[in-house]
């Protein structure tokens, strides 16, 4: 299986960013996703995920402003983020169940 992400890039503090996560390969492996982060000098952190069947998740510090969702007829998975703040600025990385990684796109929130 092969993640590619796309959608990272500079926002302002109380903006929003979608990150968007394109599996391919066989996908048939794949029971879920999640999302991680790093930001510089941090250890990575579990962001969010969403398992095969809908349910979603997402770590304390981001409920309220992001959002998993999924498109399973284009074999893709999403992390909407609204009201981004500075603190969320990190590499954000989609993983799934088969252990494959995306490339991590960058997210800058400024203040």
């Known amino acids: 299986v092969q993640l590619v992400e796309s959608g990272g890039g500079l926002v302002q503090a109380g903006g929003s960013l979608r990150l968007s996560c394109v599996a391919s390969?066989?996908?048939?492996?794949?029971?879920?996703f999640a999302w991680y982060r790093q930001a510089p000098g941090n250890k990575r952190e579990w962001v969010g995920g969403?398992?095969?069947?809908?349910?979603?998740m997402v770590v304390d510090s981001a409920k309220g402003r992001f959002t998993s969702s999924r498109d399973n007829a284009k074999n893709t998975v999403y992390l909407q983020m609204n009201h981004l703040k500075p603190e969320d600025t990190a590499v954000y990385y989609c993983t799934s169940t088969s252990g494959s990684w995306g490339q991590g796109p960058q997210v800058t929130v400024s203040s």
């Open positions: 969403i398992t095969i069947g809908g349910r979603t």
């Open positions: 390969g066989s996908t048939f492996e794949i029971n879920g």
